[in-house]
């Protein structure tokens, strides 16, 4: 008799999907998406996805649970912003006994309490956010066994941690996250016996973390109280303004014990305490294979009280000479440390302009023949760097965070090429090879007509022929200007409408990016073109404010239509006066005293470029732009518009021919004498892309513009600098124009979003590994005022050239009450 035995009951996993124009009525499927994450929250269950499409959001709560085999997942798509609370507790994202579950790529910028928060469960791996400007932590975890804490950025916590693990909960990993900003600690692990459980902390893991300028009310870079068993390894930790590592017992039921602190990169700023503190008992600690580094004349590298000498032992660091073995009191040189303790006999004295490729740029790579670059020993070494590079020589490994002492040089121009080979036989290969090119040849055609590549396609070619294949030798500078035409009333939206587009740059710019820093410690700049024919007093003095807090300038953008020559010269002439007189706007130039401003035209259309002659209607504009004070023009490129010239990536001065399209042709900048009555343009890249591909065959344009479905990162930048704007008497200096219309909240999603911020840091990235590339953020008016340096053979530097010719105004406002809207006549 055969019995059969009944199945076992499986249910089908679901992946669902949340938009900002969704309905939580409906199934959340790609085609009927969910409006709220918290509706997703009530309804996932173990081994369930969500997957968030941009737009801003308020977070949720989540009491379900995942298995480890079947984990709960949300991921958000770049440009997911939570902004507001969810509605059970202050938090942005909470996991409130939700154990296994996975949450990934979220942006949380402003949140009461905690960015994300997860108590009493296990498993929860938070990988990949962005949290700024949290009410007290931007991670918090309480009794959160095996918590996985990766790849996060957390900066600005107002009042308290950038990290906060807590509370008796064992094997907590701190992964490669990036920590600044944050009032208190950066990373900080409490145990906290009063809270429950053991109150001891074992098997944390903090590795490969990047923290940087915390602590400013106090509170260690990485603060361990009641841990032990534990390794904080491969770290940077630099400008902190209390003690880098700290390693004692407050809250915690034991002190610590039994900790490895090895292959740490610590620089103590001089208003900072220890780069490394022991204390209330902590026994049994290994140091080894560290940079500790300070700056102050006051505070030292080590400190170690009197009740945490047991089983230390210390040796192998790179250090500074200055050590205390009684918590602090004490100040002894690194020789009579080693008589009073017997501690580092194998330790060196190092400064950081001695051991690193550049401390003055934050470059802690170990300089070539650094003195630590063979000097740690093979005892507790890390398998892996802070970049997850293995030791050249393991037998005697690098001291510090980074293994790689010679920076690789990424690859700025360019791309690598992969190799394939053929499976079919060479008949097979001609027949597919021709089906393929006479498929791609009626396909370029059209592209070729349809997106107006005929006029500067065959430029582009013969620029690709002449331009090298090859990197250049020699140090890159990079000078970045964002041409922003900025309409707050794009869309025909109100006046409310419009403001809420202003404030939030004014409160999201400066917290994203106010601590990035070029290689000339210049924040991001950001030139704001805004609309004549739009004039609003309030908008401007918002804007006006915001430029004076020296994170951008303003400039003139124009949209006009069937427009005269004297009307044109009429506006501008008024409109600029204004800005400067009342606003404190625009440029200044150096010699005579004008005002002097830059321009972009309005739907492409400068000089009545449009076939149609719409948008414009002014032949003379050239010359309308230049006598009325214009600097230079940064309208193009336009591609696919039908106003894009055949003068491509280039910086020249075009002469008005009293006919549309004089810029059309041009004279090159610093190739001839300058003509004295030509306009400079300055254009951005424009280049085909080979990587993006229409239908997998034929290359999308690279017009330099950012905005939501063109975000910036590092293959984009290799385009831009690959179309090589340069002036020839310095050929280092890479002109890099790019345009955007950041009012828009689809496109504030990109630059006031996380991958703008990742192109930032990745920017940093490519200074750091490669010691010949430079990044200098500039304005309009600094880009124009470098290529007239350039053009005079400069031969200075970047940072020095700045202000080379126009001066930036950056005035008080001189009127008390809102001055009457322009009039406009047309467009």
């Given at each position: 008799?055969?019995?059969?035995?009944?199945?076992?009951?499986?249910?089908?996993?679901?992946?669902?999907?949340?938009?900002?124009?969704?309905?939580?009525?409906?199934?959340?499927?790609?085609?009927?998406?969910?409006?709220?994450?918290?509706?997703?929250?009530?309804?996932?269950?173990?081994?369930?996805?969500?997957?968030?499409?941009?737009?801003?959001?308020?977070?949720?709560?989540?009491?379900?649970?995942?298995?480890?085999?079947?984990?709960?997942?949300?991921?958000?798509?770049?440009?997911?912003?939570?902004?507001?609370r969810n509605l059970a507790t202050p938090d942005g994202i909470n996991l409130e006994g939700a154990s296994f579950v996975v949450i990934e790529g979220f942006s949380l910028t402003g949140l009461p309490r905690a960015g994300i928060r997860a108590v009493q469960d296990q498993g929860v791996k938070i990988l990949s956010n962005q949290i700024d400007q949290s009410g007290y932590w931007g991670i918090l975890t309480g009794f959160s066994q095996d918590v996985d804490i990766e790849n996060n950025i957390v900066t600005g916590s107002i009042k308290q941690h950038g990290i906060y693990v807590g509370n008796s909960a064992d094997n907590p990993v701190i992964r490669g996250n990036t920590v600044s900003g944050n009032h208190q600690c950066g990373i900080q692990i409490n145990s906290d016996a009063s809270q429950g459980g053991d109150g001891i902390i074992t098997g944390a893991v903090v590795e490969?973390?990047?923290?940087?300028?915390?602590?400013?009310?106090?509170?260690?870079?990485?603060?361990?109280?009641?841990?032990?068993?534990?390794?904080?390894?491969?770290?940077?930790?630099?400008?902190?303004?209390?003690?880098?590592?700290?390693?004692?017992?407050?809250?915690?039921?034991?002190?610590?014990?039994?900790?490895?602190?090895?292959?740490?990169?610590?620089?103590?700023?001089?208003?900072?305490?220890?780069?490394?503190?022991?204390?209330?008992?902590?026994?049994?600690?290994?140091?080894?294979?560290?940079?500790?580094?300070?700056?102050?004349?006051?505070?030292?590298?080590?400190?170690?009280?009197?009740?945490?000498?047991?089983?230390?032992?210390?040796?192998?660091?790179?250090?500074?000479?200055?050590?205390?073995?009684?918590?602090?009191?004490?100040?002894?040189?690194?020789?009579?440390?080693?008589?009073?303790?017997?501690?580092?006999?194998?330790?060196?004295?190092?400064?950081?302009?001695?051991?690193?490729?550049?401390?003055?740029?934050?470059?802690?790579?170990?300089?070539?023949?650094?003195?630590?670059?063979?000097?740690?020993?093979?005892?507790?070494?890390?398998?892996?760097?802070?970049?997850?590079?293995?030791?050249?020589?393991?037998?005697?490994?690098?001291?510090?965070?980074?293994?790689?002492?010679?920076?690789?040089?990424?690859?700025?121009?360019?791309?690598?090429?992969?190799?394939?080979?053929?499976?079919?036989?060479?008949?097979?290969?001609?027949?597919?090879?021709?089906?393929?090119?006479?498929?791609?040849?009626?396909?370029?055609?059209?592209?070729?007509?349809?997106?107006?590549?005929?006029?500067?396609?065959?430029?582009?070619?013969?620029?690709?022929?002449?331009?090298?294949?090859?990197?250049?030798?020699?140090?890159?500078?990079?000078?970045?200007?964002?041409?922003?035409?900025?309409?707050?009333?794009?869309?025909?939206?109100?006046?409310?409408?419009?403001?809420?587009?202003?404030?939030?740059?004014?409160?999201?710019?400066?917290?994203?990016?106010?601590?990035?820093?070029?290689?000339?410690?210049?924040?991001?700049?950001?030139?704001?073109?805004?609309?004549?024919?739009?004039?609003?007093?309030?908008?401007?003095?918002?804007?006006?404010?915001?430029?004076?807090?020296?994170?951008?300038?303003?400039?003139?953008?124009?949209?006009?239509?069937?427009?005269?020559?004297?009307?044109?010269?009429?506006?501008?002439?008024?409109?600029?006066?204004?800005?400067?007189?009342?606003?404190?706007?625009?440029?200044?130039?150096?010699?005579?005293?004008?005002?002097?401003?830059?321009?972009?035209?309005?739907?492409?259309?400068?000089?009545?470029?449009?076939?149609?002659?719409?948008?414009?209607?002014?032949?003379?504009?050239?010359?309308?732009?230049?006598?009325?004070?214009?600097?230079?023009?940064?309208?193009?490129?336009?591609?696919?518009?039908?106003?894009?010239?055949?003068?491509?990536?280039?910086?020249?001065?075009?002469?008005?021919?009293?006919?549309?399209?004089?810029?059309?042709?041009?004279?090159?900048?610093?190739?001839?004498?300058?003509?004295?009555?030509?306009?400079?343009?300055?254009?951005?890249?424009?280049?085909?892309?080979?990587?993006?591909?229409?239908?997998?065959?034929?290359?999308?344009?690279?017009?330099?513009?950012?905005?939501?479905?063109?975000?910036?990162?590092?293959?984009?930048?290799?385009?831009?600098?690959?179309?090589?704007?340069?002036?020839?008497?310095?050929?280092?200096?890479?002109?890099?124009?790019?345009?955007?219309?950041?009012?828009?909240?689809?496109?504030?999603?990109?630059?006031?979003?996380?991958?703008?911020?990742?192109?930032?840091?990745?920017?940093?990235?490519?200074?750091?590994?490669?010691?010949?590339?430079?990044?200098?953020?500039?304005?309009?008016?600094?880009?124009?005022?470098?290529?007239?340096?350039?053009?005079?053979?400069?031969?200075?530097?970047?940072?020095?050239?700045?202000?080379?010719?126009?001066?930036?105004?950056?005035?008080?406002?001189?009127?008390?009450?809102?001055?009457?809207?322009?009039?406009?006549?047309?467009?």
């Open positions: 008799m055969i019995v059969l035995e009944p199945l076992e009951a499986r249910r089908l996993l679901s992946h669902y999907v949340v938009s900002t124009g969704g309905d939580d009525a409906g199934p959340g499927a790609p085609n009927a998406p969910w409006a709220t994450l918290q509706h997703a929250a009530e309804v996932v269950q173990a081994g369930d996805s969500v997957t968030v499409l941009p737009g801003h959001y308020a977070g949720f709560l989540l009491r379900t649970s995942g298995t480890a085999q079947a984990p709960i997942t949300f991921t958000a798509k770049s440009g997911v912003i939570i902004d507001s490969a973390n990047i923290v940087y300028d915390n602590g400013r009310a106090g509170g260690a870079a990485i603060n361990l109280d009641g841990v032990g068993l534990s390794t904080v390894d491969d770290n940077l930790i630099y400008d902190n303004h209390a003690t880098g590592i700290a390693l004692y017992r407050q809250d915690g039921a034991a002190p610590p014990a039994d900790d490895v602190i090895v292959n740490n990169t610590v620089v103590m700023p001089a208003d900072a305490r220890w780069a490394l503190s022991l204390s209330d008992g902590a026994n049994g600690i290994f140091v080894g294979n560290n940079i500790l580094l300070t700056q102050s004349d006051r505070r030292g590298v080590l400190s170690v009280a009197a009740d945490s000498r047991a089983g230390l032992l210390s040796d192998h660091n790179a250090v500074s000479n200055r050590f205390s073995d009684d918590g602090g009191d004490s100040n002894l040189s690194l020789a009579n440390w080693r008589r009073q303790t017997g501690q580092d006999a194998n330790s060196m004295l190092a400064t950081p302009q001695g051991l690193f490729a550049n401390f003055a740029r934050r470059d802690f790579h170990l300089a070539q023949h650094s003195p630590a670059e063979s000097g740690g020993s093979p005892a507790h070494l890390p398998q892996k760097d802070i970049e997850s590079k293995q030791p050249a020589d393991p037998k005697h490994p690098a001291i510090g965070a980074y293994q790689q002492t010679k920076p690789r040089a990424g690859a700025l121009l360019g791309g690598e090429a992969s190799a394939s080979t053929w499976a079919l036989g060479w008949r097979g290969g001609l027949v597919i090879a021709a089906a393929g090119a006479a498929t791609a040849a009626v396909l370029a055609a059209w592209a070729v007509r349809r997106r107006a590549l005929g006029r500067w396609l065959g430029p582009y070619i013969a620029q690709s022929l002449r331009r090298p294949r090859r990197r250049p030798s020699g140090e890159t500078h990079l000078l970045l200007c964002i041409a922003d035409h900025f309409e707050p009333q794009h869309g025909h939206v109100d006046h409310e409408h419009a403001m809420v587009r202003i404030n939030r740059w004014e409160m999201q710019y400066p917290l994203l990016f106010g601590t990035l820093r070029d290689s000339d410690g210049k924040p991001p700049r950001h030139t704001f073109f805004y609309p004549l024919e739009q004039f609003d007093p309030a908008e401007m003095a918002a804007l006006a404010q915001f430029c004076r807090a020296g994170l951008g300038e303003v400039e003139v953008h124009l949209h006009h239509d069937r427009d005269t020559a004297e009307n044109l010269r009429r506006r501008l002439s008024s409109y600029c006066a204004m800005l400067a007189e009342r606003f404190g706007m625009l440029a200044t130039h150096r010699r005579d005293g004008r005002t002097m401003y830059g321009f972009v035209h309005g739907n492409w259309a400068l000089d009545n470029s449009r076939p149609d002659g719409r948008w414009c209607g002014v032949d003379g504009e050239l010359d309308v732009l230049r006598q009325t004070g214009c600097y230079a023009d940064f309208t193009l490129p336009s591609a696919p518009n039908p106003t894009q010239v055949r003068k491509i990536n280039s910086i020249y001065y075009a002469l008005e021919d009293g006919r549309p399209r004089s810029h059309e042709r041009g004279t090159d900048v610093g190739a001839a004498p300058a003509p004295s009555d030509g306009l400079m343009l300055i254009q951005g890249p424009l280049l085909l892309n080979w990587r993006r591909r229409k239908w997998g065959l034929l290359p999308r344009i690279e017009n330099a513009c950012l905005q939501a479905n063109q975000p910036p990162d590092i293959h984009r930048l290799d385009l831009w600098l690959k179309a090589a704007i340069r002036i020839p008497s310095r050929p280092d200096w890479f002109f890099v124009k790019l345009h955007t219309h950041g009012a828009p909240e689809a496109n504030q999603q990109v630059l006031l979003g996380p991958a703008m911020v990742e192109f930032h840091t990745a920017l940093a990235k490519r200074s750091m590994f490669d010691p010949n590339f430079h990044y200098h953020y500039v304005t309009a008016r600094e880009m124009y005022n470098l290529v007239r340096a350039a053009e005079d053979r400069w031969t200075g530097s970047v940072d020095d050239a700045r202000d080379y010719e126009l001066l930036f105004n950056g005035r008080a406002p001189r009127w008390t009450q809102p001055p009457a809207p322009v009039q406009s006549c047309c467009g």
